[in-house]
């Protein structure tokens, strides 16, 4: 069994930058690709960034240019450096993993396997 446990986040006002952790421990080709999702009540979960160990990334239209994603392969550790963080940015951070390569073709939460335990990030405007 993967697990992930996530850190960073928090409150920020508008403009400003936060940065989000995850470390995976356990079997490391079940983080081959990791991810990271958000959600906010009564909408669905939605993907903002996905890398891989075979260098693929994907980012959501929202977030380029203002989000980086990285990932430490050697120690199964994703990072997600947020810059220009805006009010609509609010919402539960999750990290994904999932040792399916390809997985983010279709960038689908229901596709990923191992999942944190969510953190808060509030931007306030």
């Known amino acids: 069994q993967a697990l992930l446990v996530q850190s960073g986040g928090g409150s920020v006002q508008a403009g400003g930058s936060l940065r989000l952790a995850c470390a995976g421990s356990g079997a490391s080709g079940r983080f081959f690709c990791m991810a990271w999702f958000r959600q906010t009540p009564g909408k669905l979960r939605e993907g903002v960034a996905g890398?891989?160990?075979?260098?693929?990334?994907k980012y959501a239209d929202s977030v380029k240019g203002r989000f980086t994603i990285s990932k430490d392969n050697a120690n199964n550790t994703l990072f997600l450096e947020m810059i220009a963080l805006k009010p609509e940015d609010t919402a539960v951070y999750y990290c994904?993993?999932?040792?399916?390569?390809?997985?983010?073709?279709?960038?689908?939460?229901?596709?990923?396997?191992?999942w944190g335990q969510g953190t808060q990030v509030t931007v306030s405007s």
């Open positions: 890398v891989c160990s075979d260098g693929s990334t």
């Open positions: 994904a993993a999932d040792p399916s390569r390809g997985i983010l073709y279709h960038f689908r939460p229901e596709d990923f396997t191992y």
